[in-house]
């Protein structure tokens, strides 16, 4: 009789430099490319039950958004556990294989996988740190990527995209079903169903292949440039200029320009406005003429601010890395490398500071602070617009978070 089928992991560590867009989804769920960090590691395990370990602060929303799948749970029996923050591909996948001995496999201090026959002694309910893995196993150096923060995802995103479209379903875009739309390279553009292509829309994948996912629509006069990613329902709207390196996620509107950037998903960025070498959380809405500078005028390297942390990032290009449920009024600057935190609010003239704590009001330079209260209510409202219910684990995070950043916001009253 043949052994059954192993463990699948995928674990979440204490490194915290990914926050920003952590606060409501484990690191695996960011997105890079077309697919989600998740959604590539599985790709390799199709054979694998797949569990979850996630931080104990987000184990509940986790649960409710993974009903089928254990989470947090005490595994016994042969484990394949995977770091959430790695992107996998065909030549990591080999060196990590499901079977073997047991092993750490480590990029310098970091642990990017683990192989185990018995991990009934591993702690729940942690972030599986460097010291918690049992130390009389092997261990291996490998080389591999592993996202530290929002930023290296943004950096990544072209060459995911190209990895990624060469998974990507859909049916390859044809001139003759399209006689008002010009398709550069039509071999490498790829469509969903139902995908609206309206006349004057130029796709150019000369550069890189665009897919486009299921019921999007393109509105007249847009240029999409490869490697481009547009998710299902998304809305492109009319004028608009997406240059290479762009993935969007479902249920979005987008306008203006953008280049090399990141939008999670159900995020508005309707309008004019640049935003550049950017990371959108989900529930994010772009006021008219919203814009943010990527580049600084001494060309360079960019330093961000996370909580009461500087680091310095090393590009020389970045944009923007904005939490979920942020929202900016019309005609907001942002500076290079700012980061606005979870369901704060962004409106007025002048350019911002670079680090705005979570559930902060700011208006004209006045600083205050956005009541819980009132911050959920303006996430239910736009959530049912889409058809989403805030449910109580997000409505439970959403106070914890408030809570936990409190130091934060009274630095800056």
Not at 89 to 113: C, K
Not at 179 to 207: Q, Y
Not at 320 to 346: C, E, M, R, W
Request: aromatic content about 8%; some cysteine; overall charge neutral.
């Amino acid at each position: 009789m043949a052994a059954p089928p192993g463990i699948l992991c995928l674990f979440e560590d204490d490194t915290t430099g990914l926050a920003p867009v952590t606060w409501v989804r484990p690191a695996f769920d960011l997105r890079c490319g077309i697919r989600t960090l998740r959604e590539k590691i599985l790709s390799y395990y199709p054979a694998l039950h797949v569990c979850l370990r996630v931080r104990p602060e987000i184990r509940e929303l986790t649960k409710a958004q993974n009903l089928d799948i254990p989470v947090n749970t005490r595994l016994s029996g042969p484990t394949l556990f995977i770091c959430g923050r790695v992107l996998m591909d065909a030549r990591l996948a080999a060196v990590i294989a499901s079977d073997g001995p047991d092993s750490l496999f480590m990029y310098g201090q970091t642990v990017v996988a683990a192989r185990m026959h018995d991990p009934s002694d591993l702690p729940l309910d942690v972030p599986l740190s460097l010291g918690l893995w049992p130390t009389h196993i092997r261990r291996v150096q490998i080389k591999a990527r592993v996202a530290a923060y929002p930023w290296d995802l943004v950096h990544w995103n072209q060459e995911e995209l190209l990895h990624d479209f060469r998974v990507c379903e859909g049916d390859t875009a044809h001139a003759a079903a399209y006689p008002h739309v010009h398709l550069l390279n039509p071999d490498d553009i790829r469509l969903g169903t139902n995908v609206m292509l309206m006349p004057g829309v130029v796709l150019d994948a000369t550069s890189g292949p665009i897919a486009l996912g299921d019921h999007s629509q393109i509105m007249p006069f847009t240029y999409i440039q490869g490697p481009s990613y547009i998710g299902p329902d998304t809305v492109v709207r009319a004028g608009t200029r997406l240059y290479a390196g762009v993935s969007v996620g479902p249920v979005c509107r987008i306008g203006g320009e953008m280049a090399v950037s990141v939008v999670q998903g159900y995020s508005n960025k309707a309008h004019d406005g640049f935003l550049g070498h950017a990371f959108l959380g989900e529930w994010v809405n772009l006021g008219a003429g919203t814009t943010a500078s990527n580049l600084k005028n001494t060309y360079g390297p960019i330093s961000a601010t996370i909580g009461t942390s500087r680091v310095e990032t090393g590009r020389t290009f970045l944009g923007p890395i904005l939490s979920d449920h942020v929202k900016t009024g019309i005609g907001t600057t942002l500076d290079t490398g700012t980061i606005v935190g979870f369901s704060s609010q962004i409106t007025g003239g002048g350019v911002l500071p670079k680090y705005v704590p979570p559930f902060t009001w700011r208006t004209d330079g006045k600083v205050a602070v956005f009541r819980s209260d009132k911050a959920i209510e303006v996430a239910r409202r736009m959530m049912e617009r889409r058809q989403k219910t805030l449910d109580a684990p997000l409505e439970q995070r959403f106070l914890k978070i408030f809570d936990e950043t409190t130091h934060e916001r009274n630095a800056v009253l």
